[in-house]
């Protein structure tokens, strides 16, 4: 019996200091929380910003009406920002964005010609033009376009080396060495082209997931494996 109240003693002193501890370590845990949401909620508003996107449609087959969907990467989905009728050609939407993401415009009620670009905050010009169309207003769709063009100008040649090849069958001058020579010319150009598109995909911004919306889908398999 005489050493249970020493033992009762030392028990309670140490139930004491950890429920100060405990106290201390609860109050400063609310501090965090608080901190942390005091923290979201600010980046939250200083990251929404106002966006404008015009896009202007020429030529005979206008569209009367377009929407504009921006691509929820993390769930794989299409959400719509919002549906505009054309005034003399002339579409416009407005509305806020928390960072640069992949955009597309339907015209109507076709789903199989969307034009992508990237939405980002601040007003945003398209100009579509029979063959042609022209972005302005962000690095971003520069960068898009600039990706555009040299895969064009690639595909371009490309077409031009298989029409000389069938010009050359057709008038029976056609031989094994330029056949050689033009299969092995596409074949350069092709992987040109493949490993254009890796290159973009890769760096992982918002034009290298329009890239890879669009047009990962024709890499092949040696090319796929490139991709991070």
């Excluded at 109050?27 to 939250?44: E, K």
């Excluded at 415009?105 to 029979?130: A, C, M, Q």
Aim: glycine share 8%; hydrophobic share 40%.
């Amino acid at each position: 019996m005489g050493y249970t109240l020493p033992i009762a003693t030392g028990m309670w002193q140490t139930f004491r200091t950890f429920a100060r501890m405990k106290n201390v370590f609860l109050n400063f845990l609310a501090i965090l929380v608080f901190l942390a949401i005091s923290l979201v909620g600010c980046d939250n508003s200083s990251q929404l910003q106002e966006y404008t996107v015009t896009c202007t449609v020429q030529g005979q087959h206008r569209p009367d009406s377009a929407t504009l969907l921006v691509l929820e990467e993390a769930y794989g989905k299409l959400r719509l920002c919002g549906t505009a009728h054309a005034v003399d050609g002339t579409f416009s939407f407005k509305g806020q964005t928390d960072r640069a993401r992949v955009a597309l415009i339907r015209w109507g009620n076709d789903s199989t010609r969307p034009f992508y670009f990237v939405l980002e905050g601040g007003r945003t010009g398209i100009t579509i033009k029979p063959g042609l169309w022209t972005i302005t207003g962000s690095r971003a769709n520069s960068d898009y376009l600039h990706y555009i063009n040299r895969r064009k100008a690639i595909m371009d040649e490309r077409v031009n080396v298989w029409q000389e090849y069938l010009k050359m069958a057709a008038d029976s001058s056609l031989k094994p060495a330029d056949e050689r020579r033009m299969v092995a010319r596409d074949s350069l150009l092709n992987d040109s082209l493949q490993r254009l598109t890796v290159e973009r995909i890769n760096r992982g911004d918002a034009v290298g997931r329009i890239v890879k919306e669009r047009y990962s889908h024709q890499l092949d398999t040696a090319h796929t494996r490139l991709l991070k």
